[in-house]
């Protein structure tokens, strides 16, 4: 295991269309994190998991997204009925224990909405 | 929420001079407070990060200095270096514990 996986790494789909995004973290970090990126700007945090638990989601995440745990290892970020302002690069993140510790990024999914 | 700021939002620096990149934030119950590194077309990666017991902490020509009181940190770099031209974000959580990454800071090291 060396180190954080997103798949897939690029997405082009049209408005309307539902995407799922996978993160593999690493296999003993607890904590996993979404967040959105676009350019010129730093990463948006989406939500959080803990182990299966699903403890934070931000304001700015509509009810088009959902994200899941079930296992407590990967995860999945399903983006539905895309629109163009959803265009952007997500970014996972997994950390080690229950408390705030580094965090270790993914090489992100590109997403681009057409 | 947490209200990150970081100043400046853009720094060019010659190459062997020194950086230093501030952060604020507004959350008082705030106590861990790192710096990431993102080249271009690259991840996030931390590069240092204290703890609020701590007011300075230094890795190599990498320092953080952590100013509770006022609820600010900063990023210094020493004899920089072209592989130092990134963008550097802030990254304090505040209580939720969900984590505010700051503007970031564009630096440019001239050779």
């Known amino acids: 295991d060396t180190g954080v996986s997103q798949d897939p790494r690029h997405k082009i789909t049209k408005r309307g269309q539902n995407v799922t995004f996978r993160c593999d973290p690493i296999s003993e970090h607890n904590r996993l994190y979404w967040y959105r990126q676009t350019l010129g700007q730093g990463p948006e945090f989406l939500t959080y998991f803990q182990n299966e638990a699903q403890l934070e989601k931000s304001r700015l995440l509509s009810d088009r997204f959902s994200a899941e745990r079930p296992k407590g290892s990967f995860s999945t970020l399903e983006i539905q009925r895309t629109e163009q302002g959803d265009s952007a690069m997500y970014l996972c993140?997994?950390?080690?224990?229950?408390?705030?510790?580094?965090?270790?990024f993914g090489p992100g999914t590109r997403l681009t909405v057409t | 929420g947490e209200n990150v700021e970081q100043h400046p939002s853009t720094l060019s620096v010659q190459e062997g001079d020194s950086a230093v990149i501030k952060c604020t934030y507004s959350d008082s119950a705030s106590n861990y407070f790192p710096w990431y590194k993102q080249e271009l077309g690259k991840r996030p990666q931390l590069i240092i990060d204290i703890r609020s017991n701590v007011g300075e902490k230094k890795d190599q020509r990498i320092a953080v200095t952590l100013n509770k009181t006022a609820k600010h940190f900063s990023l210094h770099i020493t004899e920089t270096q072209p592989e130092d031209s990134a963008v550097y974000f802030c990254a304090p959580p505040p209580y939720g514990q969900n984590f505010v990454f700051g503007p970031g800071t564009r630096l440019s090291v001239l050779p």
């Open positions: 993140a997994s950390s080690l224990g229950t408390g705030i510790n580094e965090q270790y």
